[in-house]
């Protein structure tokens, strides 16, 4: 075992910023790990990457339950991570992770069920081997089921201690107004959205950015490009 | 910072293809490639590279809290992290972008995973 120990500055060395109107503070860079921390990836460079972050003060890393590949080790690799070199450091992180995109076979295996999402995010938690996630988002709207069911389930995750809030991803502008007000009415805030916005990709600015700023939910951009896949058929796996 | 082998259009093994603004699946098209050449400007004449620029054009929005980064060497974090220390991106550096974007058409339908 060789647990972290980061620089006592490490925390001057990075601004954080409130997420919307709650009381969270995220860094404002933090370390996405949809690509870089699946199993062909070595271990020892996902844990240097994951201690150098720590170490400049990037207290936030974000995970799927997809990630990988295959679906599933990117999260199985922070958690060894987490066990190896960040015990004593779990108040200290925000984590995150989604359900949303297909993760197991058969209808339960994606989409927006309350049976998904809950079963989804006790396999993560297993993979994580934490109790809790900071952060527990829908990674895509299901036009298919009904936008309660879906936050209720979030709702729930809140209220059985498995999250501490609740975002949304990929999303568009009136979908989040819906999001926002189905878990207001279940006395859940929503936290944040986290949509792809790049130089290149401007989707969010005309009515999602002004949307988040009324309601008060803070944005986490990932910084990638669309799949290519994005005017084809939906992709099955391994996407945002 | 962007690689003579990145401006040439081959994007293998740039700094800018794994720094997570461009999938390295993703053949980069010519007039992509053009307006990144001219971001690549913006981001020199302040000393900064283009990952540093995407993360500190990202940051102007008050809305936008923190940035996901990807990064799969421990140098590219460690760069992005440099851009915190800049100062933001003045409105003629916020011109000069627009105006290289303003090139080409920016994709505005909702992306819906």
Redesign the interface.
């Known amino acids: 075992m060789n647990h972290c120990t980061p620089d006592p500055l490490h925390y001057e060395?990075?601004?954080y910023?409130?997420?919307?109107r709650s009381g969270l503070k995220?860094?404002?860079?933090?370390?996405?790990l949809?690509?870089?921390f699946g199993n062909a990836?070595s271990l020892d460079?996902q844990r240097?990457?994951l201690r150098?972050?720590f170490d400049?003060?990037?207290t936030?890393f974000?995970a799927a339950n997809n990630y990988g590949p295959p679906p599933g080790s990117a999260e199985e690799n922070l958690g060894r991570v987490l066990r190896e070199d960040f015990a004593g450091h779990r108040d200290e992180l925000i984590l995150s992770t989604k359900a949303?995109?297909r993760m197991w076979e058969g209808p339960y295996g994606e989409w927006g069920s309350r049976k998904y999402l809950l079963a989804s995010l006790d396999q993560s938690l297993e993979r994580l081997g934490v109790k809790y996630v900071d952060i527990f988002y829908h990674?895509?709207?299901d036009p298919d089921t009904p936008l309660e069911e879906t936050m209720s389930a979030l709702a729930d995750a809140v209220g059985s201690g498995r999250a501490l809030y609740v975002g949304i991803?990929?999303y568009?502008?009136e979908q989040t107004r819906r999001a926002a007000a189905v878990l207001a009415d279940l006395g859940i805030k929503l936290l944040?959205h986290?949509?792809?916005?790049?130089?290149?990709?401007?989707?969010v600015e005309?009515e999602?950015?002004?949307t988040?700023?009324g309601l008060g939910v803070?944005?986490?951009?990932?910084?990638?490009?669309?799949?290519?896949s994005?005017d084809k058929p939906?992709p099955r796996r391994g996407?945002? | 910072m962007l690689t003579n082998r990145y401006l040439a259009g081959v994007p293998i093994d740039s700094r800018a293809s794994k720094s997570g603004l461009f999938l390295k699946a993703d053949p980069i098209a010519p007039e992509v490639l053009e307006s990144v050449r001219a971001l690549n400007e913006v981001a020199l004449a302040r000393g900064a590279t283009l990952a540093q620029l995407a993360v500190l054009w990202l940051l102007r929005r008050p809305e936008v809290t923190s940035v996901l980064i990807g990064a799969s060497r421990v140098s590219q974090i460690e760069d992005i992290q440099g851009s915190l220390s800049q100062p933001a991106l003045s409105a003629d550096e916020l011109a000069a972008i627009e105006s290289i974007l303003a090139q080409r058409k920016s994709r505005d339908r909702p992306w819906k995973g």
Do not use: E, K, M
């Open positions: 060395r990075t601004p910023q409130r997420c919307g995220l860094p404002r860079v933090s370390l996405g949809w690509q870089n990836h460079n240097a990457l150098r972050a400049l003060g990037i936030h974000d949303g995109y990674h895509r709207y991803s990929n568009d502008a944040i986290q949509p792809l916005y790049n130089l290149f990709d401007r989707w005309p999602l950015l002004p988040l700023a803070g944005c986490i951009p990932l910084l990638a490009a669309r799949p290519r994005v939906l996407s945002h």
